[in-house]
């Protein structure tokens, strides 16, 4: 068995993420410094000692008055459709130390998609900011909650937490305070549910994916090791110490790397998250230079609007550290991206991992690059092989699917045991990536599951196949990714219409917008077919509908 695996193991602290993050002297983070701030007006902010009292005061609001945690902590899913804000990480952590579960959902989801998140993980809880009220509103009629459960977050002009009906709300000045349950029992750290993010399903129904205190705890401690023992001895020999972490929120907080970059790795390297109600290029390029960000995380998209356009002059002169993930990057973009960043000193690392898995397996040590497109070496105390449909080890330069193993592993899907079962195999989780080693480098080239990832978010096909053969004049309907620049893929319809020239390829654009969030619209286009390609037993053959676009846009295939 050929097990790559860093030959430096970490010892983690047996603590709950709150206690790790508030109270441990792992936690960098100082009473007065402020953590998070509002991008437009850094007057607004959180310091650590502010966001525990507001933490608390969540906590106890929740707890008290909407019984989030009444029944034991782990159990009570409390469901957040947020844009970016800095109340947010109040609300994170007052839902844990409450007992509650946090599961954000997309703020650009419909109130269908809302409504379906809510009833998946048996939510009677909805938190929405002020923005979202008129779509938390009809999510939460659907899912059948009363509009009491449905709160409303606010952080501008004021600091405010309230019920939509009842007349509840957070007293954020001086109301009670509840704190959270310290825990350090090893299998109750493994054991717990905290965090429950939704990752598409190729079925069409999006799973939860359980994450844990140890989860967290493991993938925010371990790769500080060696980046902290890097700083200390590069600055022993007079090299200058790294600038303060400046980072701005501009992803949502329903993917994994929302969670870590800005809810909580900020506050254990004491670092400063600037937040922007959602992504905006205009905006993104000032706040990088009036803000003077100096670290960040972003998807490949982003990277390559960063290396083409002609408005990228001088903003990113501060950043002296740049991360990718959520798809792969290829060496050119990669490098040409890395001419815009900290002078043309900063070279972008690559990062590999998935909700399943709390995030980042592979990362690139402090103080090294690579410029070829690989996903960095394998992070202490994980696993990682690649393997045939047998699961058998492939040879060096040859295509296999990635299974990995260790503390960052979720324990399973929520309410989902066929799910769970289905993607291990003898201890190992199977990630559906395909990836290459070639001199040592690992290198992404295909995908085994079906998902289709657009600017780091992930698109079921059959979540949009549900909804297009519900048209009456829609026959058949399959759905498959067309890859664009910077990694990213975007939707094709193909379409076995009832009869042939009654619908028009805008006709069925139109139907699925307004029904699916936006991202999830066919930018590739709709193409009608007189059939459907399926196997033997009418599985659809989603890689000769893949085959055939290519062929369409005369693009080569990949690996």
Same mark, same amino acid.
């Given at each position: 068995?050929?097990?790559?695996?860093?030959?430096?193991?970490?010892?983690?602290?047996?603590?709950?993420?709150?206690?790790?993050?508030?109270?441990?002297?792992?936690?960098?983070?100082?009473?007065?410094?402020?953590?998070?701030?509002? #991008?437009?007006?850094?007057?607004?902010?959180?310091?650590?000692?502010?966001?525990?009292?507001?933490?608390?005061?969540?906590?106890?609001?929740?707890?008290?008055?909407?019984?989030?945690?009444?029944?034991?902590?782990?159990?009570?899913?409390?469901?957040?459709?947020?844009?970016?804000?800095?109340?947010?990480?109040?609300?994170?952590?007052?839902?844990?130390?409450?007992?509650?579960?946090?599961? #954000?959902?997309?703020p650009s989801y419909t109130p269908e998609e809302l409504?379906?998140?809510?009833?998946?993980?048996?939510?009677?809880?909805?938190?929405?900011?002020?923005?979202?009220?008129?779509?938390?509103?009809?999510?939460?009629?659907?899912?059948?909650?009363?509009?009491?459960?449905?709160?409303?977050?606010?952080?501008?002009?004021?600091?405010?937490?309230?019920?939509?009906?009842?007349?509840?709300?957070?007293?954020?000045?001086?109301?009670?305070?509840?704190?959270?349950?310290?825990?350090?029992?090893?299998?109750?750290?493994?054991?717990?549910?905290?965090?429950?993010?939704?990752?598409?399903?190729?079925?069409?129904?999006?799973?939860?994916?359980?994450?844990?205190?140890?989860?967290?705890?493991?993938?925010?401690?371990?790769?500080?090791?060696?980046?902290?023992?890097?700083?200390?001895?590069?600055?022993?020999?007079?090299?200058?110490?790294?600038?303060?972490?400046?980072?701005?929120?501009?992803?949502?907080?329903?993917?994994?790397?929302?969670?870590?970059?800005?809810?909580?790795?900020?506050?254990?390297?004491?670092?400063?998250?600037?937040?922007?109600?959602?992504?905006?290029?205009?905006?993104?390029?000032?706040?990088?230079?009036?803000?003077?960000?100096?670290?960040?995380y972003t998807v490949p998209s982003i990277f390559l609007?960063?290396?083409?356009?002609?408005?990228?002059?001088?903003?990113?002169?501060?950043?002296?550290?740049?991360?990718?993930?959520?798809?792969?990057?290829?060496?050119?973009?990669q490098q040409a991206a890395n001419l815009r960043l900290?002078?043309?000193?900063?070279?972008?690392?690559?990062?590999?991992?998935?909700?399943?898995?709390?995030?980042?397996?592979?990362?690139?040590?402090?103080?090294?690059?690579?410029?070829?497109?690989?996903?960095?070496?394998?992070?202490?105390?994980?696993?990682?092989?690649?393997?045939?449909?047998?699961?058998?080890?492939?040879?060096?330069?040859?295509?296999?699917?990635?299974?990995?193993?260790?503390?960052?592993?979720?324990?399973?899907?929520?309410?989902?045991?066929?799910?769970?079962?289905?993607?291990?195999?003898?201890?190992?989780?199977?990630?559906?990536?395909?990836?290459?080693?070639?001199?040592?480098?690992?290198?992404?080239?295909?995908?085994?599951?079906?998902?289709?990832?657009?600017?780091?978010?992930?698109?079921?096909?059959?979540?949009?196949?549900?909804?297009?053969?519900?048209?009456? #004049?829609?026959?058949?309907?399959?759905?498959?990714?067309?890859?664009?620049?910077?990694?990213?893929?975007?939707?094709?319809?193909?379409?076995?219409?009832?009869?042939?020239?009654?619908?028009?390829?805008?006709?069925?654009?139109?139907?699925?917008?307004?029904?699916?969030?936006?991202?999830?619209?066919?930018?590739?286009?709709?193409?009608?077919?007189?059939?459907?390609?399926?196997?033997?037993?009418?599985?659809?053959?989603?890689?000769?509908?893949?085959?055939?676009?290519?062929?369409?846009?005369?693009?080569?295939?990949?690996?």
């Amino acid at each position: 068995m050929r097990i790559y695996q860093n030959v430096n193991p970490v010892h983690v602290p047996n603590l709950d993420l709150t206690t790790l993050l508030f109270d441990s002297e792992h936690s960098l983070a100082e009473e007065d410094h402020p953590l998070h701030l509002s #991008a437009s007006n850094p007057d607004v902010h959180l310091t650590k000692k502010t966001l525990r009292a507001l933490t608390e005061r969540i906590a106890h609001f929740l707890h008290h008055e909407l019984s989030i945690g009444a029944d034991g902590p782990y159990k009570d899913v409390v469901v957040v459709c947020s844009s970016g804000q800095p109340a947010v990480p109040a609300l994170f952590y007052g839902i844990i130390a409450a007992g509650g579960v946090f599961s #954000a959902a997309s703020p650009s989801y419909t109130p269908e998609e809302l409504a379906r998140q809510i009833n998946q993980g048996k939510s009677r809880l909805l938190v929405v900011s002020a923005d979202k009220v008129e779509v938390g509103r009809e999510a939460a009629r659907l899912a059948g909650l009363g509009l009491e459960r449905l709160v409303v977050l606010a952080s501008e002009p004021v600091w405010e937490m309230k019920c939509l009906q009842g007349g509840k709300k957070v007293d954020v000045d001086n109301g009670p305070r509840k704190t959270w349950q310290r825990v350090t029992d090893s299998e109750e750290l493994r054991r717990s549910l905290i965090v429950l993010l939704y990752s598409s399903g190729t079925t069409g129904v999006p799973k939860g994916v359980m994450l844990s205190h140890a989860n967290l705890v493991a993938q925010l401690y371990i790769p500080s090791v060696q980046s902290r023992a890097h700083v200390a001895a590069a600055v022993a020999t007079g090299e200058p110490a790294p600038s303060p972490l400046r980072t701005l929120a501009h992803l949502p907080i329903a993917h994994i790397a929302g969670v870590f970059g800005y809810l909580i790795s900020p506050m254990f390297s004491n670092g400063s998250v600037y937040w922007m109600p959602k992504f905006s290029w205009g905006p993104f390029l000032q706040y990088f230079k009036t803000l003077r960000i100096t670290v960040f995380y972003t998807v490949p998209s982003i990277f390559l609007r960063i290396a083409k356009s002609p408005e990228v002059s001088d903003q990113f002169d501060t950043v002296e550290v740049a991360i990718t993930g959520a798809a792969p990057m290829d060496a050119e973009l990669q490098q040409a991206a890395n001419l815009r960043l900290g002078k043309g000193k900063t070279r972008i690392s690559q990062t590999w991992g998935l909700s399943e898995t709390t995030g980042a397996v592979t990362a690139m040590p402090r103080g090294s690059s690579d410029i070829t497109g690989s996903i960095s070496p394998v992070l202490p105390n994980m696993e990682m092989r690649v393997v045939d449909e047998d699961f058998r080890d492939v040879k060096p330069g040859q295509p296999g699917e990635i299974i990995v193993r260790g503390p960052f592993v979720t324990n399973g899907y929520f309410d989902n045991e066929e799910a769970t079962k289905g993607t291990f195999h003898d201890g190992w989780f199977c990630t559906g990536d395909i990836a290459v080693e070639k001199d040592g480098k690992f290198y992404i080239v295909d995908r085994k599951k079906e998902l289709i990832k657009y600017k780091g978010l992930q698109i079921a096909p059959a979540e949009i196949e549900n909804l297009l053969i519900t048209h009456p #004049a829609i026959l058949e309907a399959a759905v498959v990714g067309i890859p664009i620049e910077g990694g990213s893929e975007v939707p094709r319809a193909y379409i076995v219409p009832r009869s042939m020239g009654v619908l028009t390829g805008e006709d069925v654009a139109k139907f699925v917008n307004g029904r699916l969030a936006e991202y999830k619209q066919l930018r590739g286009g709709v193409k009608f077919v007189d059939e459907i390609p399926k196997n033997a037993v009418g599985k659809m053959l989603r890689r000769e509908l893949r085959d055939r676009a290519k062929a369409e846009d005369g693009v080569k295939a990949r690996l």
